[in-house]
């Protein structure tokens, strides 16, 4: 990790720390005011959040969504992302609305699982699936960095900035259908370091998982550079309840 890179994760916790002691902390679930010893939200809230237990399961349908398409270690989501959900608008909140504080503590959370599972352990570095950078530079940061950033944290590894990188500002894939997803991320991202990522087990974060297509084409470019001599993973914050959901 960089200076810089450790220098971020530190103004990060700082920022957060300050904001706590000039702010008080609110639930971003129900708005209440969090009491003492309540991180992020707060007790209540915790009990209504729809854990899907990826992080503790090897063979789950999140990781069978992979099968045929590109070699995965393990896969996991922390939550399911379900239509109308309090959890899946705080989702919105981190990716449109300017809270990046809230994908940073939900990097955090899901690091901690995903330690908790066991089935991560042997990690050595963390990728974020990046943002072309127009769209970073419009929204003034990357949510998938900062989950990646709380992440690698928790698993006690470091967090790879700079080796994966978005050719194309391809539009936004929210309105579109499956195949349409597929035909937007074909050949949109680069790995300018390879060397840098060989021989290491990968796990490539982002926000939420739907049809898999944004991460499937971020793991294939990877191998490729890598000519194969790599070990991915996959975890996100949220997967689609719609697409993945067996009940």
């Known amino acids: 990790m960089s200076m810089f890179s450790k220098l971020g994760d ?63 270690e393990h896969a996991a989501a922390l939550f399911w992302y379900i239509e109308g959900s309090e959890w ?23 690091g901690a699982e995903l330690a908790a599972g066991g089935l991560f352990k042997d990690v050595d570095v963390v990728v974020f699936v990046p943002l072309h950078w127009i769209k970073r530079l419009r929204r003034t940061y990357d949510q998938a960095e900062y989950i990646a950033r709380g992440v690698a ?50 796990l490539l974060v982002d926000d939420v998982f739907t049809t898999g297509s944004t991460i499937i084409s971020c793991a294939e470019s990877i191998l490729a550079a890598c000519e194969g001599d790599v070990r991915i993973s996959v975890a996100t914050v949220a997967v689609s309840h719609k697409e993945l959901g067996e009940d």
């Open 153 to 202: 944290r928790e698993l006690g590894v470091k967090c790879d900035y700079n080796s994966v990188r978005r050719l194309k500002n391809n539009p936004s894939q929210t309105q579109q259908h499956r195949e349409e997803r597929w035909n937007n991320v074909a050949g949109i991202f680069a790995v300018s370091r390879p060397k840098r990522l060989r021989g290491k087990h990968i």
């Open 88 to 110: 899946r608008k705080v989702v919105h909140k981190f990716k449109y609305e300017g809270h990046w504080i809230y994908a940073w503590k939900f990097g955090r959370w899901l």
């Open 10 to 72: 530190v103004l990060s916790q700082a920022i957060s720390d300050v904001a706590s002691l000039i702010v008080p902390p609110y639930c971003p679930i129900c708005r209440s005011r969090l009491k003492d010893g309540e991180y992020f939200v707060c007790t209540a809230c915790r009990y209504t959040i729809p854990l899907t237990g990826f992080c503790h399961e090897a063979d789950n349908p999140m990781w069978r969504r992979f099968w045929g398409l590109v070699p995965i």
